[in-house]
């Protein structure tokens, strides 16, 4: 079986920054794409970013020029680094991971218990 563990949600200030992670643990797995969704109340959730394992990587049009997503392979790691925060941005992100597990030709999709991101001043 394998788990996302997201941290380094909190609050912070408008204009503020915050680094999120994600790390995907167990064994016997091959990580596809990795991306980070969020939802906020009221609202559906929705894609932040993507990174395939290649490193190509794709935004939501609201966080482009703000937002950076990154990984670590060795490490199972997905990282989004998010500069000049705005009090939209308050959500509940979560972290996605598509898992190839070893001896199955398919993927399955894991998502993170999620970690709650607050812009206010």
């Known amino acids: 079986q394998v788990q996302l563990v997201e941290s380094g949600g909190g609050l912070v200030q408008p204009g503020g920054s915050l680094r999120l992670s994600c790390v995907a643990s167990g064994s016997g797995f091959s990580i596809n794409a990795m991306g980070w969704y969020r939802q906020a109340p009221g609202k559906q959730r929705e894609l932040v970013a993507a990174i395939t394992s290649g490193g190509s990587t794709n935004y939501a049009d609201s966080v482009k020029g703000r937002f950076t997503i990154s990984r670590d392979n060795a490490k199972n790691t997905v990282y989004l680094q998010m500069d000049t925060l705005k009090p939209e941005d308050t959500a509940v992100y979560y972290c996605?991971?598509?898992?190839?597990?070893?001896?199955?030709?398919?993927?399955?999709?894991?998502w993170g218990q999620g970690t709650q991101v607050t812009v206010s001043s």
């Open positions: 996605n991971a598509d898992i190839k597990h070893r001896g199955r030709w398919w993927a399955q999709d894991y």
